[in-house]
Each structure stands twice: as C-alpha cells, then as structure tokens.
C-alpha cells in the first residue's frame, strides 16, 4: 500500500512540476527550444533521481543520524544529499576548496558541505533575520543553533551576519570560490543579485546551486526563483553549462 503510495506521489510530483516548467517558462518568455531544453533536462533527471537515491541512500542516511546530535529545528536539506555527492564526484576533484553559501539558518548545509569536503572552507553569509516565509521563526535562537552546530568546524568556516548585497559590495575580486549555494532570499528580484554577484565570484569550471528552482511560493510566477534563474542563464548562455534540473538548478561556469 505505501508503495503504491509513493508510486502516486512521485508521478504527482512529475506531472505538477512538468507543468510548472511549462507555464513558467512561457510567463519568462523563452522560446519553444528553451522550453524543451528544460522539460527534457527535469525528465533526465528525475528518471536519473531514482538511480542516486538508490546509490547515495546510504550517506544521506548517515548525515540524518549523526545531525542528530546537532541542534536543527527544521530539515530543508538531506533530500538533496543523493543529487550533491552525484554532481559533485563528477565535477568537483579536490577536498580542499572554497565554498560561498547565501543562507544559511541553522547550518545544516554548512554542515554538510565541510563534513564532504574535509578540508575545505566556507562563507556563511546569513542576516539572522529571516525572509518571507520565516515570520514566526525566533532567529535569536537560529543564531544560537548555527554556533553550536559549526563550533566543531571553528578553524574553516567565516559568518557574515550581513546581507548579500553587502557581502559583495564589501568583497575584494580576487577571492573566488569552487563551489557557491544561493539559499538566501527567494524572491526573484534578490535571487537575480545573488546570481549576478555570485558569478563573478566563481571561478571556471565552478559551480553555482540554486535552491528553490521550482518553488512557487509567490502566485505570481514572476516573483518565483525560477523566472530569475532562467532569466540570468539565458544572459550568460554562452559562460554556462546546465548540470543539473530538479527542485534546485547546479549550473557550471565554462
Ligand atoms: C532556507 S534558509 C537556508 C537553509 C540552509 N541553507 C539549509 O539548507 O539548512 C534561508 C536563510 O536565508 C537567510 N537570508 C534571506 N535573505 C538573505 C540575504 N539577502 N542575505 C543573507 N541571508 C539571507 C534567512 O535569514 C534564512 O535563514
């Protein structure tokens, strides 16, 4: 019974998110061959999805059980962990790199990415104030979660307690990074300054993940991370290869 409850729920979810694609690419003006780049993109991988959790079942497993004896209220992120490690064996060789993240909240994906590359480091940029969505959350307590879950991890993480837009207004251009994770606001507006910003800050052959890609928070589609996204692809067509596209987006610089 709950597997053809699973079997009903992940059609569900191809159909509604197909569609979405569908209407939102056409609110964001993309031509026809666009629109089939990205449905065949999503149908790749969501068929490819059903391999990676088989394959990665057992890290993402592994990270629930040791966070918890960590200090997290909510769980955005272990979903992602089958379609990270996938990605980033192919793409990202070395342990030792440098990593930007927008958004961070209670740290779990900071977490993560310094446990997976053991000898990295990270940027955490994080307002503690939260965004639309968080109005009942008290970020006193966030704050006092994310130190208590990076403590162990003191000697190669940074905290800005600051937004992005001053983050890289305040950033010298000779620091880049391999890897940056935009899970900061999701409003499309904010979420195209991330990119735009980001980008110059990655270096070639790094990469960007976008959270939220098929979020559709706002009802007006324009105001969706999506409408940004695709919108900052199609400018820089020619600088980016599309790596991955799911609920979020992994782009590669060239
Ligand atoms: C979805 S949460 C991040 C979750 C985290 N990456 C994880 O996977 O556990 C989004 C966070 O972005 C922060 N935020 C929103 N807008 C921001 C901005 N412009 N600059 C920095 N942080 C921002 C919010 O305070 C919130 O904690």
């Given at each position: 019974m709950n597997?053809?409850?699973?079997?009903?729920?992940?059609l569900?979810?191809?159909?509604?998110?197909?569609?979405?694609?569908?209407?939102?690419?056409?609110k964001?003006?993309?031509?026809?061959?666009?629109?089939?780049?990205?449905?065949?993109?999503?149908?790749?991988n969501?068929?490819?999805n059903l391999?990676?959790n088989l394959?990665?079942?057992?890290?993402k497993?592994?990270?629930?059980?040791?966070?918890k004896?960590l200090k997290?209220?909510?769980?955005?992120f272990?979903?992602?962990?089958?379609?990270?490690?996938?990605?980033?064996k192919r793409n990202?060789k070395k342990?030792n790199?440098?990593?930007?993240?927008i958004?961070?909240?209670?740290?779990m994906?900071?977490?993560f990415f310094?446990?997976?590359?053991n000898?990295s480091?990270?940027?955490?940029?994080?307002?503690?104030q939260?965004?639309?969505e968080?109005s009942?959350?008290?970020?006193n307590l966030?704050?006092k979660?994310?130190?208590?879950?990076?403590y162990?991890?003191?000697e190669?993480?940074?905290?800005?307690?600051?937004?992005s837009?001053?983050?890289?207004n305040?950033?010298?251009?000779?620091?880049?990074?391999?890897?940056?994770y935009i899970?900061?606001?999701?409003?499309?507006?904010?979420v195209?300054?991330?990119a735009?910003n980001?980008?110059?800050y990655?270096?070639s052959?790094g990469i960007?993940i976008?959270?939220?890609?098929l979020?559709?928070?706002?009802?007006?589609i324009?105001?969706?991370?999506?409408?940004?996204?695709?919108k900052f692809?199609k400018?820089?067509?020619?600088?980016?290869?599309?790596?991955?596209?799911?609920?979020?987006l992994?782009?590669?610089?060239k």
């Amino acid at each position: 019974m709950n597997y053809l409850k699973n079997i009903i729920n992940l059609l569900n979810q191809f159909f509604d998110n197909t569609i979405f694609i569908i209407l939102a690419s056409k609110k964001s003006d993309l031509s026809i061959f666009e629109i089939i780049k990205y449905v065949s993109y999503f149908i790749f991988n969501f068929t490819f999805n059903l391999f990676r959790n088989l394959n990665y079942k057992e890290e993402k497993d592994k990270f629930r059980i040791s966070s918890k004896s960590l200090k997290f209220s909510k769980d955005w992120f272990t979903n992602n962990i089958p379609i990270w490690i996938s990605i980033f064996k192919r793409n990202i060789k070395k342990k030792n790199i440098k990593i930007l993240e927008i958004g961070s909240f209670e740290g779990m994906s900071a977490v993560f990415f310094l446990e997976y590359f053991n000898s990295s480091k990270i940027d955490c940029v994080e307002t503690f104030q939260g965004s639309d969505e968080h109005s009942e959350t008290d970020f006193n307590l966030i704050k006092k979660n994310f130190n208590y879950n990076l403590y162990k991890f003191k000697e190669r993480f940074d905290v800005h307690e600051i937004s992005s837009d001053n983050f890289f207004n305040e950033k010298k251009i000779d620091e880049i990074y391999d890897i940056i994770y935009i899970d900061g606001s999701h409003e499309s507006d904010q979420v195209t300054k991330d990119a735009q910003n980001s980008f110059k800050y990655l270096k070639s052959k790094g990469i960007i993940i976008f959270d939220d890609f098929l979020r559709k928070y706002y009802n007006e589609i324009q105001k969706n991370p999506f409408f940004a996204i695709v919108k900052f692809i199609k400018n820089n067509n020619k600088n980016i290869k599309i790596l991955y596209v799911g609920y979020q987006l992994i782009l590669q610089k060239k």
